[in-house]
T-cell receptor, first 112, second 112 residues
């Protein structure tokens, strides 16, 4: 069966510090991978998606970047965090041409 | 963008009652999905309905789709306290590659 992991679960970082969130998927090959951010009481905003190693598409201009160094690993990064980067970050995967997405447990990021 | 908007924003009912949530979207779609999110957790896929389907059932869930009105509804019958969660509809995103656009969700509270 397929599983998706995210870490850390929670993170408190000062403004201006770097960020690295990691997502890994097990039990499937060549998944589509997605990073979302969810602000308090709001819906999900798609940040990045990837259809293969090294292939990253950005949905919105922002202070964040993403990388996919391995088939089932997706990393969200920032060189300098802003207060507005606080939120709940969710990673998800899907099988190509299938619309259902499967989500990880999320990372709660607080920038202070 | 094809963003779904859920209605109501919040719904409070007693155990055993039925809960109905609605979703409206803007442009033609080939499918629509519903997801559930427990507080502080990732989203869980509930059901996908295709544009050529009018109604779909899964256990206590019943989803309808009216493409002429660009709307969908999610009915949870005989609600339980464990159904307390936020419910989101999702439509295919503009970017393809199985991307999704989520609404802001309906927060359902089921009291014992």
């Amino acid at each position: 069966s397929q599983t998706i992991h995210q870490w850390p679960a929670t993170l408190v970082q000062p403004v201006g510090s770097p960020l690295s969130l990691e997502c890994t998927v097990e039990g499937t090959s060549n998944p589509n991978l997605y990073w979302y951010r969810q602000a308090a009481g709001r819906g999900l905003q798609l940040l990045f998606y990837s259809v293969g190693i090294g292939q990253i598409s950005s949905e919105v201009p922002q202070n964040l970047s993403a990388s996919r160094p391995q088939d089932r690993q997706f990393i969200l990064s920032s060189k300098k965090l802003l207060l507005s980067d606080s939120g709940f970050y969710l990673c998800a995967w899907s099988v190509s041409a299938v619309y259902e997405q499967y989500f990880g447990p999320g990372t709660r990021l607080t920038v202070t | 963008s094809q963003q779904g908007e859920e209605d109501p924003q919040a719904l409070s009912i007693q155990e055993g009652e039925n809960a109905t949530m609605n979703c409206s979207y803007k442009t033609s779609i080939n499918n629509l999905q519903w997801y559930r999110q427990n507080s502080g957790r990732g989203l869980v896929h509930l059901i996908l309905i295709r544009s050529n389907e009018r109604e779909k059932h899964s256990g206590r869930l019943r989803v309808t789709l009216d493409t002429s009105k660009k709307s969908s509804s999610l009915l949870i019958t005989a609600s339980r306290a464990a159904d307390t969660a936020s419910y989101f509809c999702a439509t295919p995103g503009d970017s393809g590659y199985s991307t999704l656009t989520f609404g802001k969700g309906t927060m359902l509270l089921v009291s014992p």
